[in-house]
Antibody, heavy 126, light 108 residues
Framework: QLQLQESGPGLVKPSETLSLTCTVS??????????WGWIRQPPGKGLEWIGS???????YYNPSLKSRVTISVDTSKNQFSLKLSSVTAADTAVYYC??????????????????WGKGTTVTVSS | VIWMTQSPSLLSASTGDRVTISCRMS??????LAWYQQKPGKAPELLIY???TLQSGVPSRFSGSGSGTDFTLTISCLQSEDFATYYC??????????FGGGTKVEIK
């Protein structure tokens, strides 16, 4: 059974870089059938997609965060990581990693986040 | 950019009720829509993808419908474990993804 686990500091100072890692267990991150992504949720608010990565290293970012986000993958460790630079209090949130499955149906492809980590809370404060 | 309007933002209902949640797009997205359920302190869980396909293990009281710009999530007979927040998500513009604002279903 595939599991995802986020890890990283729970407290980051303003203007510094937030760094999180998602470890994938029970399956390979190198499968061509999946993307791997980060989503965040500020306290009391909705979900925001941050970005996604393919095992080949191709990355896709939310335009609103693109200038500050870097997502990378380490297939040897079965992990992918998030770096968010120049953080402010507005980046305080629960950060989730998730797998996006690519499902083919005829000529159509469907993408959905079918496995999620439990989430990790990151607070930006001095 | 595809804008998503999810309504209502808050829905008060009783166990046994039939409830519907709407998700409207600023442009047509065919059936490239998923629905998620999130309970307090937990990660979201996939309910429906491709607008109407039930994820394995999800109770049949959940159903999704719609295509183009208007989509609906229906819970046919609300159970106590269904009180949660529900999100729609479009992936027409994949790999760019967008979530709706969420609908909290609370006990009336």
């Amino acid at each position: 059974q595939l599991q995802l686990q986020e890890s990283g500091p729970g407290l980051v100072k303003p203007s510094e870089t937030l760094s999180l890692t998602c470890t994938v267990s029970g399956g390979s991150i190198s499968s061509s059938s999946y993307y791997w992504g980060w989503i965040r949720q500020p306290p009391g608010k909705g979900l925001e997609w941050i970005g996604s990565i393919y095992y080949s290293g191709s990355t896709y970012y939310n335009p609103s965060l693109k200038s500050r986000v870097t997502i990378s993958v380490d297939t040897s460790k079965n992990q992918f990581s998030l770096k968010l630079s120049s953080v402010t209090a507005a980046d305080t949130a629960v950060y989730y990693c998730a797998r996006t499955e690519i499902a083919a149906a005829g000529t159509n492809y469907y993408y959905y986040m079918d496995v999620w980590g439990k989430g990790t809370t990151v607070t930006v404060s001095s | 950019v595809i804008w998503m309007t999810q309504s209502p933002s808050l829905l008060s209902a009783s166990t046994g009720d039939r409830v519907t949640i709407s998700c409207r797009m600023s442009q047509g997205i065919s059936s490239y829509l998923a629905w998620y359920q999130q309970k307090p302190g937990k990660a979201p869980e996939l309910l429906i993808y491709a607008a109407s396909t039930l994820q394995s293990g999800v109770p049949s009281r959940f159903s999704g419908s719609g295509s183009g710009t208007d989509f609906t999530l229906t819970i046919s007979c609300l159970q106590s474990e269904d009180f949660a927040t529900y999100y729609c998500q479009q992936y027409y513009s994949f790999p760019q993804l967008t979530f709706g604002g969420g609908t909290k279903v609370e006990i009336k």
